[in-house]
């Protein structure tokens, strides 16, 4: 099969709080493992980790290192295959180049947001260009969500998900999985 070129990264700085302040998240070892095998589960080629904080990359890659290559990896293979999708990188900037270099290609940059904004693009028109191969970035926010920054220095903003009530706050992880399936779910299961 042919590479999808679609790339998910996990913001935790820039991001903001529930007062809207700027602040840097925690990595968590919940959105290492679940975001990993949804992209693995849909063909994403990299799961992107962005911190600045040395002591959370840190973290991040002796987790990684224990189901790619240690223990964890010896007795669980389906779980190092998805772990082994994660790269740890200290700002959005670093993913952008390292995709640029792989594909020759900047990658168009679309943010998530659970709040209704501009510059909105259609799973629909994703999907179109996802099926003419081309190098797609997922951005997804910790915390309370992106900055307003990476909001406007993304290409474009997917519609935010909706249930069926004004209760409108998932997880990350759920948010990555519901985004993936809408964008790669086979079209005769959608």
Known sequence: MESLKIDVALIHYPVVNRTGELIGSAVTNLDLHDIARAGCTYGVENYWVVTPDTQQQELVGKIVAHWTGGYGGS???????????????????????GITEKWGLRPLVLATCARPGQKTIEFEAVRDMISEGRPLLLLFGTA???A????????????????VGEYNHLSVRSAVSITLDRLLALADER
């Open 75 to 97: 007795v669980n293979p389906h779980r190092k295959d998805a772990l082994s999708l994660i790269r740890i990188c200290s700002g959005l900037d670093d993913v952008v180049n």
């Open 144 to 146: 309370w969500g992106l």
């Open 148 to 163: 307003q920054e990476i909001l406007t220095g993304a290409d474009e903003i997917l519609p935010p998900l909706r249930g």
